[in-house]
């Protein structure tokens, strides 16, 4: 999904570096809205012909590959703005993981049942795993973005902090076009350059894309069956080990110190059932295989602190991170899969008074605040600088926190 680098980009950077990082882009940015921009964007493509063929891109492919590319300068201010919102993770998963992405998912599991079969087969990745992947990062295939990858790895190649970074993305898509694999108009993905139903980055592409149709190309953009087998190889070459689950949600004693705890922190579970966790119904640890299988030892995962929802997590939850690397993207592929397999939301409330909105719910945030006169753009379920801009003006209105975020105590007030 879009979202996808923005949380791989931040999370990897240290507050300072952060800071300087976004100074630096908006001098960028600032800079490239000129003419001169695009100058400097020429002269450095030309500049970046030679270590291109140093990274096996041929001269006659580059040529052909970047004839007419200008430079994107809205994607530096894309990634400018990255950094604003720190959401709460009840509506990072309120969103990620709602009864409509449910009933898509149980359709398409359906749907791609032997292919889910053959997969699970050659890989070791059950079929709800992988569909969970595959509704979180593009909806099934219907959010593949929207960025022409040469333009934007080519701009992220000549402009901003983190060029070198970018470069090896930028010859790695120019090696895939050399190759075949897709069709350059249809390479279209993230502003970060994520692409496909899987949303690979291009040089996890050339490391473990699948080719599962058997055509000789291997195809995120336009085959299912290449997308949810190179889902399924990533996640069996980050670990994953199909004789356990990735955790399952369970009962702290009141008072349990979690300071020190985290999914890294891996302990036997015998050791948890000993400091008192249950399962999150007050049953027993499954020490011996039932649901938990093979699964030994687990890290204590409470994303919201003790009082929220808590979790043992085993190594298959570590395989779904290295995807994407932050606790609550882990969280939403882990808990979509259980939901796709027929189980319910957590049980234990998040710790909040104003939990997060569905997509449904927040469609109808839009309609009732396009409602009220605010335009709002589009109604697509989701809430974007117009929407938030319409929802600080209810908000001031209604005495309410002006901060931006609609939960379901703006959602009353407005219905
Ligand atoms: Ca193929």
């Not at 790895?153 to 901003?160: E, I, N, R």
């Not at 356990?244 to 050791?271: A, C, I």
């Not at 699964?295 to 298959?316: C, Q």
Request: proline letters at 4%; one cysteine or more; charged letters at 20%.
């Amino acid at each position: 999904m879009l979202a996808m680098f923005r949380l791989i980009s931040i999370s990897c950077l240290p507050r300072a570096q952060l800071h300087r990082f976004i100074c630096m882009l908006a001098t960028a940015a600032a800079m490239a809205t000129s003419a001169w921009g695009q100058t400097e964007f020429q002269q450095c493509l030309s500049g970046l012909r030679n270590p291109a063929k140093a990274a096996g891109v041929k001269e006659d492919s580059f040529a052909r590959f970047t004839h007419g590319l200008t430079a994107d300068m809205g994607i530096l201010d894309k990634m400018n703005n990255q950094p604003e919102f720190r959401m709460p993770i009840w509506d990072y998963l309120a969103a990620l993981v709602d009864n409509e992405r449910v009933a898509e998912g149980q359709a398409q599991l359906a749907k791609h049942h032997d292919l889910l079969d053959k997969v699970a087969a050659q890989y070791g990745v059950d079929p709800a795993t992988v569909v969970a992947v595959w509704g979180v990062e593009s909806n099934f295939g219907q959010t593949l973005g929207k960025y022409q990858l040469t333009q934007a790895l080519g701009t992220l190649s000549c402009f901003g902090s983190r060029q070198n970074y970018f470069r090896g993305e930028f010859y790695a898509t120019l090696r895939i076009l050399q190759a075949g694999h897709i069709e350059p108009e249809r390479l279209v993905g993230s502003w970060a350059g994520a692409f496909g139903h899987t949303q690979f980055m291009p040089t996890t592409f050339e490391r473990l894309a699948q080719d599962f149709d058997g055509d000789g190309r291997r195809d995120l953009m336009d085959s299912v069956p290449d997308a949810l087998a190179s889902t399924a190889y990533f996640l069996s070459k980050a670990g994953w080990n199909s004789a356990q689950v990735w955790g399952f949600e369970v009962k702290l004693p009141v008072g349990t110190d979690v300071s020190g705890e985290g999914r890294k922190t891996k302990r036997p579970l015998n050791e948890w059932a000993a400091r008192g966790l249950t399962q999150v119904d007050g049953s027993a640890l499954p020490l011996n295989g039932g649901p938990a299988g093979l699964m030994i030892t687990a890290g204590l995962m409470t994303p919201a602190g003790a009082k929220g929802p808590a979790f043992l997590v085993s190594r298959n939850f570590d395989a779904i991170y290295s995807y994407n690397a932050a606790e609550s993207y882990g969280l939403a592929i882990a808990h979509l899969s259980d939901r796709l397999r027929g189980a319910g939301p957590f049980s234990t409330p998040w710790p909040t008074d104003d939990a997060g909105l569905s997509r449904a719910e927040r469609r109808e945030v839009q309609n009732l605040l396009s409602g009220r006169g605010h335009d709002i753009g589009e109604i697509d379920g989701v809430l974007g600088d117009k929407s938030r801009i319409a929802i600080k003006a209810e908000q001031s209105r209604l005495s309410h926190e002006v901060n931006g975020r609609a939960g379901q105590k703006l959602l009353r007030a407005l219905r």
